[in-house]
């Protein structure tokens, strides 16, 4: 079974373009996916790629977010289907440093909201009623999958549930962390090692370091010993 792909051997090339290439955001699905089988297709790269080491995945995840992430932004806003290829792919990439930066840009205005995952204050009421009737037939739709409890913790996160207010302040907290946090292994101090302001990467200009030997190390251990360094002061 092909799962939708051209060859195994094709599905099984994962790239950042790749998947961006399945959801529709750039062309050449058709270099990967048969026609009109790219959803399977795609989920099919992301189980092929989920066993992977963590650094390969870290890797995909980030170039996807720095690569791709206000297309796949445009197109969440355009396609109200339950967790479509756009909402899995930001989902993958929700953790990056790319990804809290982008929130903060004009392109990311709305997305959190949207997404259900940093907060609801944006979201307004029409929008609310619109979406209860929605998310409580997805649940029904897509029972005992994990669309339906996406569903689910959406509809606690518009009715203000408690518990999921707890936990959206605190994945918010994490996921903007590493943009005023030490990205390098076990440190997380939010000044440099002479006490000024964090050092900026600034290839990807999203992630903050104390020194240039934590972004040294950090790439060392993530496989990125060939990846061009730099740093600057960050704003």
């Known amino acids: 079974m092909n799962c939708g792909g051209r060859s195994r051997e094709v599905l099984e090339n994962v790239s950042a373009d790749s998947l961006a290439k399945l959801a529709g955001v750039i062309d050449g699905a058709n270099e990967i996916a048969l026609e009109g089988h790219e959803l399977r297709a795609l989920i099919a790269q992301l189980n092929f790629l989920r066993p992977k080491p963590e650094a390969e995945q870290e890797k995909v995840f980030s170039e996807l977010a720095a ?3 206000p297309a796949l932004a445009d197109q969440f806003r355009t396609d109200p289907s339950a967790l479509n290829p756009s909402m899995r792919l930001m989902n993958l990439a929700s953790h990056t440093p790319y990804f809290a930066r982008f929130l903060k840009t004009p392109g990311g205005q709305g997305i959190a909201a949207l997404h259900v995952k940093h907060g609801i204050a944006d979201v307004e009421q029409a929008d609310k009623t619109a979406l209860m009737p929605k998310l409580r037939s997805w649940i029904q739709v897509y029972r005992g999958q994990f669309a339906a409890e996406t569903s689910s913790r959406c509809i606690a996160s518009l009715t203000s549930d408690p518990t999921m207010r707890t ?23 939010s000044t440099s090692t002479g006490g000024g302001q964090l050092l900026q990467c600034s290839r990807c200009k999203s992630a903050v370091y104390v020194s240039s030997l934590h972004l040294l190390l ?3 251990i993530r496989g990125k010993r060939g990846v061009r360094t730099g740093l600057h002061v960050s704003r």
């Open 167 to 189: 936990y959206m302040t605190h994945f918010k907290a994490l996921s903007e962390g590493s943009l005023h946090k030490c990205g390098g292994t076990n440190c997380g101090r």
């Open 67 to 69: 690569k791709h992430l």
């Open 218 to 220: 950090a790439k060392s």
